[in-house]
Nanobody, 121 residues
Framework: QVQLVESGGGLVQAGGSLRLLCAAS????????MAWFRRAPGKEREFVAT????????RYTDSVKGRFTISRDNTKNTLYLQMNNLKPEDAAVYYC??????????????WGQGTQVTVSS
């Protein structure tokens, strides 16, 4: 089992940047594939990006490609999401998730509580 805590959210102007962090506790962070999801007001939670257990494979939803970068540091039990050139439509609560299935799609098994990202236009 793994516990996940997100941080790094906040208010940013359109075009700005934020870096989200997800701190994992437990002994086996490096054995989990990880991902970021988000939920905007009035919308369903959607996939944003995923990274495999070793950090050698990543996938992104089309709307964030070229702007967001997912990464991880297994020595620090931490997952990151670097978000650049933020747009108002990126505003949402961002969640990190851990899972043991990555291909053909990531399947979440554990969730964090979320961190709010607000983008002003």
């Amino acid at each position: 089992q793994v516990q996940l805590v997100e941080s790094g959210g906040g208010l940013v102007q359109a075009g700005g940047s934020l870096r989200l962090l997800c701190a994992a506790s437990g002994r086996t962070f490096s054995s989990y594939h990880m991902a970021w999801f988000r939920r905007a007001p009035g919308k369903e939670r959607e996939f944003v990006a995923t990274i495999n257990w070793a950090g050698g494979g990543t996938r992104y939803t089309d709307s964030v490609k070229g702007r967001f970068t997912i990464s991880r540091d297994n020595t620090k039990n931490t997952l990151y999401l670097q978000m650049n050139n933020l747009k108002p439509e990126d505003a949402a609560v961002y969640y990190c998730a851990a899972g043991t299935t990555w291909f053909p799609q990531f399947v979440p098994a554990y969730w964090g509580q979320g961190t709010q990202v607000t983008v002003s236009s």
